[in-house]
C-alpha cells in the first residue's frame, strides 16, 4: 500500500511538472495585440508560426496593420520570405539591442535555415543611428544603404525565450522575392507505378521554406510525458 501510495505522488508531481511546461504560442500571443492581426494572420497561412513555436529562443520584428498594407500584392512565398527575415532565432529586447557593439552588430534570421537564401539575405543588421534609435537593415543591400527601418516599441517578452518588437516597416532584402520564386518553381520528381506496372514522373513543388528541426525543449516534453506514462503503468500494474 505504500509503495502504491507514494508511486500515485510520484504521478501527480512528474504530470504537474508536465503541465507547467507550456510551449510559445506566437498566434495566441499576438493575438491579444489586434493591431498586428494581418502580420499574425501571414504567420499562420505561412507556417511560419510553427517555426517560431518550434524555437527555444526567438525575437519577432512584428508589422502592424499600417506597415503590412505595403506587402499587399505579393505572392503568399514573397511574403513568407520577408516575414522570415523578421524573425531573428535569438533573443532580443530593446536593452540587449541597445548594447549592440559597433556601428552595427549582424544577427541571423529565419530566412538563413530557409535553403534558398542568397548570400547575406538571410543577415540583418542591427545599428543604433541619431540619438540612440535602434534601426535595422538588410545584410545584403549595399554598404552605405541607410537605415530605413526603425523600432518603435516593444510589445511584450518572456526573458530570454520570446521578444516581440513592433519595427516602422518591412525589412527587404534585395532579390528575396526572387529567390522565393526561384524556390516555389523548383520541381522534384516523385517516381510513382500505375496499374500496369509503368512508372511516372510526377513534379511536385517543395516549400520555399522548410520547418526547421524541433526544439530541444519540445523533446525534453515528450520524456518527461513518456517518464510520466511509465510510471502510470507501474501504477496500475501495482494495484
Not at 491579444?32 to 494572420?41: C, D, G, L, R, T
Not at 552605405?144 to 526573458?159: G, H, I, K, W
Not at 526547421?212 to 511509465?230: C, E, I, K, Q
Request: charged share 15%; with cysteine.
Amino acid at each position: 500500500m505504500g509503495y502504491t501510495r507514494s508511486s500515485l505522488l510520484s504521478v501527480a508531481l512528474v504530470l504537474a511538472f508536465c503541465s507547467s511546461i507550456q510551449g510559445l504560442d506566437i498566434t495566441k500571443l499576438l493575438g491579444e495585440y489586434p493591431e498586428y492581426a494581418q502580420f499574425n494572420k501571414y504567420l499562420t497561412e505561412t507556417k511560419l508560426a510553427d517555426q517560431i513555436n518550434s524555437r527555444n529562443a526567438v525575437t519577432v520584428l512584428a508589422l502592424d496593420d499600417a506597415a503590412m498594407a505595403s506587402l499587399s500584392g505579393k505572392s503568399q512565398d514573397a511574403v513568407k520570405a520577408i516575414l522570415s527575415t523578421h524573425v531573428l532565432v535569438n533573443f532580443y529586447d530593446e536593452k540587449k539591442l541597445m548594447e549592440a557593439e559597433g556601428s552595427r552588430t549582424k544577427v541571423e534570421t529565419l530566412f538563413q535555415s530557409s535553403g534558398v537564401a542568397k548570400p547575406n539575405q538571410g543577415y540583418i543588421y542591427v545599428a543604433l543611428i541619431n540619438e540612440g534609435e535602434i534601426a535595422f537593415g538588410s545584410a545584403a543591400a549595399a554598404p552605405n544603404a541607410p537605415f530605413e527601418v526603425v523600432l518603435v516599441r516593444s510589445v511584450t517578452s518572456q526573458p530570454d525565450t520570446v521578444s516581440v518588437l513592433q519595427v516602422s516597416k518591412p525589412i527587404v532584402a534585395p532579390g528575396v522575392e526572387s529567390a522565393a520564386a526561384a524556390a516555389t518553381s523548383a520541381t522534384v520528381p516523385l517516381a510513382t507505378t500505375a496499374a500496369d506496372g509503368a512508372g511516372d514522373n510526377i513534379a511536385q513543388s517543395p516549400s520555399a521554406l522548410a520547418p526547421g528541426p524541433s526544439s530541444d525543449a519540445s523533446r525534453v516534453y515528450m520524456g518527461l510525458f513518456g517518464a510520466a506514462s511509465a510510471i502510470a503503468s507501474l501504477v496500475m500494474l501495482a494495484l
